[in-house]
């Protein structure tokens, strides 16, 4: 017996390993006769923009009867919605297929919520008895069902919930899940790699930042502003960098169809975070070093000198936060000069475009 992952690339492709590892010692001690073998596939296909589109049901179906295998889960990280609640994993008993939303699952300790969504759902297609979730226990049984079904909606996999014939969703309570679900596809986005993908923007936020820390009218500048004008500097130069780089690069993505709107509303919701993050650390890191450029560079007589008060080391924090702030507007010009897929796939775990992936049909209302 062969139980494939199908993963998408990106973050459920690194954690696959380990989650086929802990499916495969689990299957093996609850039932040793069964024996499976637990092997991982990647497909593009399902981790891409063009996948929100997609019935992964279907596409999980149609390669696991190619390659003969018996059982298959797919490890995407698109979300998953029934109207607005958020699904962790959608299992068809019939066909034989699950799907698993990673981010659904939040952004910590990913193995292990994967490896036991997995589990729960492969209950289901090893068991062949979805229809039986639909009887009503009475008298204590029943209000034992009922505190059973509190402590899974306040867990990350949520509670399985019986839909039309052989259909079993995982559903979490609306707060908490829409809060993992979010959380879990910036981490899949990797806000980190943004830094390393934007060399140009770099470039151009070091060039205005070199010519303001030497400059004598941007200390005066500096050394006159108060702290409201200098947040609003701040926020202003972080939203200019971030806005050019989702307008100029086209990472807001539009929705096809109402069926799949607020599946796409949430994508856009995790790029926006994913930029915010990633601008915001570099607005650090520019920060910290202007800091310590400034203390070692401009000595504390010839800023006295224009200035003409006593320097402090607040001086100089105030010096290198207007600085900043400026060089981050100077970034946002070096920003619109990225190519393309240097952003994409600095902003995205993974995102292939539709001519790597195919322009898929339709979705059907299963998945979203």
């Not at 910036?186 to 390393?196: F, T, Y």
Request: charged residues 15%; glycine residues 8%.
């Amino acid at each position: 017996m062969v139980v494939a992952l199908l993963t998408a690339p990106g973050l459920a492709e690194d954690i696959a390993d380990v989650v086929a590892d802990s499916v495969q010692a689990a299957l093996a001690v609850r039932d040793p006769s069964i024996a499976p073998e637990v092997v991982c596939r990647t497909e593009p296909l399902v981790g891409s923009v063009a996948g929100a589109r997609v019935d992964l049901v279907q596409v999980t179906r149609e390669i696991m009867l190619k390659e003969d295998w018996q059982l298959a889960v797919c490890l995407t990280d698109l979300p998953l919605q029934v109207g607005r609640r958020t699904v962790t994993a959608h299992v068809s008993v019939a066909l034989g297929v699950g799907v698993v939303s990673v981010p659904a699952l939040g952004a910590v300790d990913l193995p292990n919520r994967v490896t036991q969504a997995v589990m729960r759902s492969l209950d289901h297609l090893l068991s062949r008895s979805a229809r039986d979730k639909r009887r009503r226990p009475v008298g204590r049984a029943r209000l034992r069902e009922r505190v059973r079904k509190v402590g899974e909606l306040t867990s990350p996999v949520g509670h399985a919930y019986v839909h039309g014939e052989d259909n079993v969703r995982f559903v979490t309570a609306p707060g908490p899940g829409d809060l993992r679900l979010l959380l879990g596809m910036v981490r899949a986005n990797r806000p980190w790699r943004l830094i390393a993908g934007l060399s140009r923007a770099l470039v151009g936020a070091l060039g205005a930042a070199a010519f303001g820390l030497t400059s004598p009218a941007m200390w005066q500048i500096s050394d006159s502003m108060d702290w409201a004008r200098m947040i609003l500097l701040a926020i202003g130069s972080v939203l200019a960098i971030g806005g050019t780089l989702i307008v100029a690069h086209r990472l807001w993505e539009s929705s096809p169809s109402p069926a799949v709107r607020e599946r796409v509303t949430i994508i856009n919701v995790a790029t926006a975070l994913t930029v915010l993050l990633g601008v915001l650390t570099l607005y650090l890191a520019l920060l910290m070093i202007l800091n310590v450029c400034a203390l070692t560079l401009i000595s504390f007589h010839v800023l006295e000198g224009q200035l003409h008060h006593l320097v402090t080391v607040g001086t100089y924090f105030r010096i290198a936060w207007v600085v900043t702030s400026l060089a981050m507007i100077g970034g946002a010009l070096g920003a619109a000069l990225e190519s393309d897929l240097a952003v994409r796939e600095a902003a995205y775990g993974y995102r292939p475009s539709e001519q790597q992936g195919g322009t898929p049909p339709e979705s059907s209302q299963q998945n979203g």
